[in-house]
């Protein structure tokens, strides 16, 4: 099984990226706030931050000393991401449940 | 702004050991049975999901209160082979019923042999559904996307 996203699953397809990805979509964030909600060091959700800024999922903003991070407004990229996530989980449930099936499912065909 | 321009189609295939007609009946008949609950729209949790079997037909989910929520029409029912459907879940995550908005899904069904079937989805004209700043409001305005999220974001992290 696979789903030929072309950027959005491969950003999405790591599960701290995925993590960070989603405590942004709650409300945008600065390195130090993602650190603390997820096992993995600064520098780790530093450099998964870099990747998905460079891929167009989020953008930053310094805000005084600080910098914010956030879903990248524009929207188009992380909607495309996000339903690419949407279709790969489907399909995967899909196939398994198409395996699964009662037999009598089939044999109802007219 | 937003550019009204093409956004590339998704696309995702995935390979079955059912006969064809089989692949097509629990996707379609049985749809409910297997999409994930996590991905619903309505206020309340998701009992099922139901495409209706003929083209002009509801694609809807049903709430655990019955009440109902659209996601779409079907476009094109071809039974073993085909199916067309469309998404109207806009960027506030509703339901949109204008079809300028909609958003189409293909799934194609091809017999790879007597017990294998692949299945070749699109989701596509994924533009129609960014309304410019709809779709901005509902990923940074705090509704639509990001509750969305929210329910994905849980659901992720029970299953861990």
Known sequence: MSTNGVEGLGLLGDPTRRAIFELLARRPCTVGELAQQLPVTRSAVSQHLRVLRDGGLVVSRAEGTRRIYRLNPDGVTALRAYLDRVWEEALSAFGKAAQAAPVDLEQEDP | ?160
């Open chain 2, 1 to 160: 702004m937003t550019s009204p321009a093409t956004i590339p189609p998704l696309t995702g295939t995935i390979t079955v050991e059912v006969p064809i007609e089989r692949a097509f009946r629990v996707f379609t008949d049985a749809f409910g049975s297997w999409w994930p609950a996590e991905y619903h729209i309505g206020q309340t949790d998701m009992a099922t999901a139901i495409l209706e079997p003929r083209a002009g037909g509801r694609w809807y989910e049903q709430g655990s209160d019955g009440s109902q929520c659209d996601w779409g029409r079907v476009l094109a029912w071809e039974p073993p082979h085909r199916l067309v459907v469309t998404w109207q879940i806009n960027g506030q995550w509703q339901y949109d019923p204008d079809p300028e908005h909609a958003s189409e899904i293909e799934v194609r069904f091809s017999a790879d042999g007597p017990e294998q079937t692949s299945v070749n989805l699109e989701h596509r004209h994924l533009e129609r559904l960014v309304d410019g700043q709809a779709l901005r409001d509902g990923i940074t305005g705090g509704g639509g996307w990001s509750s969305l999220l929210e329910l994905f974001a849980k659901a992720a992290t029970n299953q861990t």
